[in-house]
């Protein structure tokens, strides 16, 4: 809370948080105006990206939750999650028609990249402690009833949404005609944009991708979360001590911040202003989330102190 002194209730000036603010929002700008760095890289490779954040996620959760939360989220994420891909490749609803390419590697049951549940759960765990700080002010569901809960989980699942409104285009760009893949090499890399990992059959409005997919996206995550949401209430929350630090409640907010970041200063050319969706749909949430964090929480600093 503000106190008469001008300061937050992390006792640090006010006038600090407007101009951490302004250098995030001018790192925003940068890179969107200049195109970020010329890296021979399109695209992060999600061989080297999925397992690296879903194996930080799961790590963090369970210093953060306790391993009976964390082994819950990460086991419901990621069944549900293949589950809705499964269902939403095979027949076409859900998202929308489309089918993955050889990109990503391995399938489960000849459909689903391996990679795929792990990715919404890479994508799930931070957008669950997100959405914590902006509708509770505090990273861990504090559990206020049922309706609470099911208005969390909506909110959880545009935040979580907000991630694919840049992602998913420059996943499944492809250069072919709508639908094909006959145009692309034998030999298809993960980190060059025109190398779909997923084709949407019948393509869409919104560059390339049907808006059918973002309503999957949603009641997918919705699902999930409310699931989640509601379960975890009967388990035991067990923080290792420290865990409820401010230095550690960050790191999955700094995972959400740095996508959009990424989005803005990597950009790709081949899908024209598509660079400019995350910095809105995602830094907005990440700013806020932030700024609760260090200026309103009353949580310890440092992970030796307990709060």
């Excluded at 996620?57 to 306790?66: E, I, N, R, T, Y």
């Excluded at 919404?120 to 990273?139: I, K």
């Excluded at 959400?256 to 024209?272: C, H, Q, R, T």
Aim: glycine letters at 8%; charged letters at 10%.
């Amino acid at each position: 809370m503000e106190t008469g002194t001008g300061k937050s209730a992390a006792g640090i000036p006010n006038s600090v948080w407007v101009l951490a603010l302004v250098l995030i929002a001018w790192a925003f700008w940068a890179g969107i105006a200049t195109g970020g760095f010329n890296l021979p890289i399109e695209r992060l490779p999600w061989s080297i990206l999925v397992p690296g954040m879903a194996l930080f996620c799961f790590a963090h959760s369970v210093v953060m939750l306790g391993h009976q939360r964390a082994v819950l989220l990460l086991v419901l994420c990621t069944t549900l999650a293949f589950a809705s891909e499964y269902i939403g490749e095979s027949t076409g609803t859900i998202f929308g028609p489309y089918f993955y390419t050889d990109v990503l590697g391995t399938k489960i049951l000849g459909r689903i990249p391996v990679l795929i549940p792990f990715a919404w759960y890479m994508m799930f765990y931070p957008s669950y402690v997100v959405t914590n700080l902006l509708a509770e002010g505090h990273p861990v569901a504090q559990g206020k009833g049922t309706a609470w809960i099911v208005w969390i989980s909506a909110l959880s699942a545009l935040v979580m949404t907000a991630w694919d409104l840049t992602m998913d285009p420059i996943m499944s760009f492809n250069p072919c005609a709508t639908g094909t893949t006959t145009c692309l090499p034998a030999e298809l890399s993960e980190a060059v944009v025109g190398h779909p990992a997923w084709v949407w059959t019948t393509g869409g409005a919104y560059f390339g991708v049907p808006y059918s997919n973002y309503r999957g996206w949603l009641l997918t995550a919705f699902v999930v979360f409310l699931l989640y949401r509601l379960l975890e209430r009967r388990l035991i929350h067990a923080p290792w001590p420290g865990g409820l630090s401010k230095v550690l409640v960050v790191l999955p907010v700094l995972a959400y911040g740095s996508m959009a970041f990424i989005d803005a200063w990597l950009g790709n050319p081949k899908v024209e202003n598509v660079h400019l969706i995350a910095p809105f749909a995602m830094g907005i949430p990440f700013l806020f989330a932030a700024f609760i964090l260090f200026a309103r929480s009353s949580l310890p600093f440092w992970p030796h102190r307990e709060p």
